[in-house]
């Protein structure tokens, strides 16, 4: 097995921070509206799954793509999120039919990388860092 990239793994970590942070409050809003119970746990945890899993897969992907020839990047990168895509509504799906889970619990997690890439320059510049200056990744977990 190859060796994962050290970036791939900071950012992976990053991203897992901002699942699990959104997750918890996800469950924390279920608990106010007194809608908390264990399909929402379970479609939870498959959806934070799914979702850093999704991201991992990305970086895992363009990472190698990176190093081949520059006409195949954008078609193995396309190719892999088609395939990431249909993996993650299988998996969901496949949770929400038979586990049944809560399907907001399970779908929600699914957005939350995007948050975290939102914030990404709000953190990065609170640390001092720009786009020209740091290159390799969040210290978030630093």
């Excluded at 949770?95 to 975290?116: E, Q, S």
Aim: charged letters at 20%; glycine letters at 8%.
């Amino acid at each position: 097995m190859t060796k994962l990239d050290p970036t791939v793994k900071k950012e992976t970590a990053y991203i897992a921070v901002w699942v699990i942070a959104l997750s918890l409050g996800m469950q924390a809003v279920f608990l106010l509206l007194r809608r908390w119970a264990l399909p929402v746990v379970t479609g939870n945890l498959v959806g934070a799954v799914c979702a850093i899993g999704n991201f991992l897969l990305l970086g895992i992907t363009v990472a190698k793509a990176a190093n081949g020839p520059a006409d195949k990047v954008a078609l193995r990168v396309r190719s892999s999120m088609t395939a990431r895509l249909l993996g993650q509504a299988a998996i969901c799906a496949l949770a929400v039919g038979l586990l049944h889970t809560n399907v907001y619990a399970t779908l929600l997690p699914l957005l939350f990388p995007r948050v975290g890439i939102a914030f990404r320059p709000l953190v990065d510049r609170k640390r001092g860092k720009t786009a020209e200056t740091e290159a390799e990744g969040s210290d978030l977990l630093d």
